[in-house]
C-alpha cells in the first residue's frame, strides 16, 4: 500500500482527532435539530470512517453532544471574566463584547448549546447550560458588589441573563443585524433600565443601584443612558 493511502487521522494527536471530531459534531447540532444528526453524519463531516468516531467516543451522538456542549460552556463561561475596574456599565459592556463575539464566531455552538428541545438533551447538558447562566449572574452581581442579593434583584440579573440568550439567537436567525456595538449597546442599556426598576422595589436592589451609578463617569454606558432618559422626559 503506498504512503498516500494511508488514513489522515493517523497523523493526528488524539487532542486533535477529538478536536475535529467536535467541531464537526457541532457545526451540525448548530445546524439541525440533534435528533436528526446520526454518528454517520459525524464521521462524513469530518472526513472520517463511523468506527474512528466510535474510538473517540464510544458512547456515540450522545457522548458527542454532551462534549459539544460542555466545550461551548467552557468557552462561554471565560468570557464573563473582565477585570474589576472602571464603572460597572462599562464592564457589563465589555463581557458583552466578548460574549456576543463568542456567538459571532461560533453561531454553530452557540446554537447547539441553547437550542432546546433536543430529545438528546439530558439532565446533564441541562445541567451545563444552567451552569452557564448562573455563573454569568455571578459575575454580574460581583461587579454590581453584591454579595447577597434580594430575591428581586436575583430574578432581575437571571431574567435579563435569558433575555441575553434569546436576543442572541434572534440575532443569528435575523442574518446577525443590528450590527453588534449597536446590540451590546441596547442590552447594556436594558440591564440598566431593569437595575433602576427593580431598585423602587426592594433595599437590596437599590443599595446596589445607587452604588453601581455612583461610579459611573460621564462616558459610561450607565450616565449616557439616564443623561438620554432625562432628556427625553424635561420638557
Known amino acids: 500500500m503506498?504512503?498516500?493511502?494511508?488514513?489522515?487521522?493517523?497523523?493526528?494527536?488524539?487532542?486533535?482527532?477529538?478536536?475535529?471530531?467536535?467541531?464537526?459534531?457541532?457545526?451540525?447540532?448548530?445546524?439541525?435539530?440533534?435528533e436528526d444528526v446520526s454518528v454517520e453524519d459525524v464521521a462524513a463531516a469530518a472526513g472520517v470512517s463511523r468506527p474512528l468516531v466510535y474510538r473517540y467516543f464510544p458512547g456515540g451522538k450522545?457522548?458527542?453532544?454532551?462534549?459539544?456542549?460542555?466545550?461551548?460552556?467552557?468557552?462561554?463561561?471565560?468570557?464573563?471574566?473582565?477585570?474589576?475596574?472602571?464603572?460597572p456599565t462599562q464592564r457589563l459592556a465589555d463581557a458583552l463584547d466578548r460574549?456576543?463575539?463568542?456567538?459571532?464566531?461560533?453561531d454553530a455552538a452557540y446554537g447547539?448549546?441553547?437550542r432546546g428541545g433536543s430529545v438528546v438533551g439530558t439532565s446533564?447538558?441541562?445541567?451545563?447550560?444552567?451552569?452557564?447562566?448562573r455563573r454569568a449572574a455571578e459575575q454580574v452581581l460581583l461587579h454590581l458588589g453584591v454579595t447577597?442579593?434580594?430575591?428581586?434583584?436575583?430574578?432581575?440579573?437571571?431574567?435579563?441573563?435569558?433575555?441575553?440568550e434569546a436576543v442572541s439567537l434572534l440575532w443569528l436567525d435575523?442574518?446577525?443585524?443590528?450590527?453588534?456595538?449597536?446590540?451590546?449597546?441596547?442590552?447594556?442599556?436594558?440591564?440598566?433600565?431593569?437595575?433602576?426598576?427593580?431598585?423602587?422595589?426592594?433595599?437590596?436592589?437599590?443599595e446596589a443601584a445607587a452604588l453601581a451609578l455612583s461610579q459611573e463617569t460621564p462616558t459610561s454606558p450607565g450616565?449616557?443612558?439616564?443623561t438620554r432618559v432625562t432628556t427625553l422626559f424635561t420638557p
Open 112 to 114: 447547539a448549546l441553547l
Open 62 to 87: 450522545q457522548q458527542l453532544y454532551e462534549a459539544a456542549v460542555l466545550g461551548a460552556a467552557d468557552e462561554l463561561i471565560g468570557r464573563f471574566g473582565v477585570p474589576a475596574e472602571g464603572p
Open 124 to 133: 446533564r447538558t441541562d445541567a451545563i447550560v444552567d451552569g452557564v447562566r
Open 99 to 106: 460574549y456576543l463575539a463568542y456567538v459571532d464566531e461560533h
Open 2 to 34: 503506498s504512503s498516500s493511502a494511508v488514513p489522515a487521522y493517523r497523523r493526528m494527536s488524539v487532542e486533535q482527532r477529538r478536536e475535529q471530531l467536535l467541531a464537526a459534531a457541532l457545526d451540525l447540532f448548530g445546524h439541525r435539530r440533534p
Open 223 to 226: 450616565h449616557q443612558l439616564l
Open 174 to 206: 435575523n442574518d446577525k443585524q443590528p450590527p453588534l456595538p449597536e446590540l451590546r449597546g441596547w442590552l447594556v442599556d436594558h440591564f440598566t433600565a431593569l437595575l433602576v426598576a427593580t431598585a423602587v422595589t426592594e433595599p437590596e436592589a437599590a
Open 148 to 164: 447577597e442579593p434580594g430575591i428581586r434583584l436575583s430574578m432581575m440579573v437571571r431574567s435579563w441573563i435569558a433575555s441575553v
